[in-house]
């Protein structure tokens, strides 16, 4: 599976929009990008995913550059119940396994 | 609402103790998985299994075995507990090839002491 890279930390002011950007350059064509959160002391959660184009569903947004080698999860109005770990995770269709790398802290700030 | 459940929140026990870590889901996954979480080190996969007594070694699989009689049931079994064993432990499941129906427990904290 592709590595990926993204920020250890980032600040955004409630009501904003948070962008969390994540590098994936040696991702494969068969590979999807996923994004989890973990809020402190819960298990982590599925927020989307996407292989090439552009996702939306109730919790967030995912733009994913044309030639796939960087994403952006857009939450569009960030809460104060949004301040959480932000994992980006690159993985074939045919994996049996995610593989979780240190994530964006996001701290969501009144 | 569908759910993950780890039979224990929080767990203490004593160094050389056998520890079974139980989880249970309930949405007919196939594929369920264990991890542990240390601070600065992330998530970490130490047994995956995609079928009733079925299982495969994550990354690290050191010190943990793994049992799965049925396909709702997921056991994490440390043989001998050690002191570096004190982690956060993960549970998962998913469908297979499906990986945005990954759900996790909330964790149980095993304290070895």
């Known amino acids: 599976d592709a590595k990926t890279t993204q920020p250890p930390s980032m600040d955004c002011a409630e009501g904003r929009a948070a962008n969390l950007p994540c590098n994936h350059s040696t991702i494969s064509g068969n590979e999807y990008v996923y994004w989890y959160r973990q809020i402190h002391s819960q298990g982590p959660q599925y927020i989307i995913h996407?292989?090439?184009n552009n996702e939306t569903n109730e919790m967030a947004s995912l733009i994913i550059t044309e030639d796939r080698k960087s994403s952006t999860l857009i939450l569009p109005h960030a809460t104060l119940r949004d301040t959480a770990v932000y994992y980006c995770?690159?993985?074939?269709?045919?994996?049996?396994?995610?593989?979780f790398g240190k994530g964006t802290k996001l701290s969501v700030i009144p | 609402d569908v759910k993950v459940t780890q039979s224990s929140r929080y767990l203490v026990k004593r160094t050389g103790e056998k520890v079974f870590l139980e989880c249970v889901q309930d949405?007919?996954?196939?594929?369920m998985f264990w991890y542990r979480q240390d601070p600065g080190l992330g998530l970490r996969l130490i047994y995956f299994?995609?079928?009733?007594?079925?299982?495969e070694k994550g990354d690290i699989p050191e010190g943990y075995s793994v049992s799965r009689e049925k396909k709702e049931r997921f056991s994490l079994i440390l043989e001998s507990a050690s002191t570096n064993q004190t982690s956060m432990y993960l549970c998962a499941s998913s469908m297979p090839e499906q990986h945005y129906g990954y759900t996790f427990g909330s964790g149980t904290r095993l304290t070895v002491v």
């Open positions: 299994s995609y079928d009733v007594k079925m299982k």
């Open positions: 996407g292989l090439k």
């Open positions: 949405m007919d996954h196939e594929n």
């Open positions: 995770i690159v993985s074939g269709a045919g994996s049996y396994q995610l593989t």
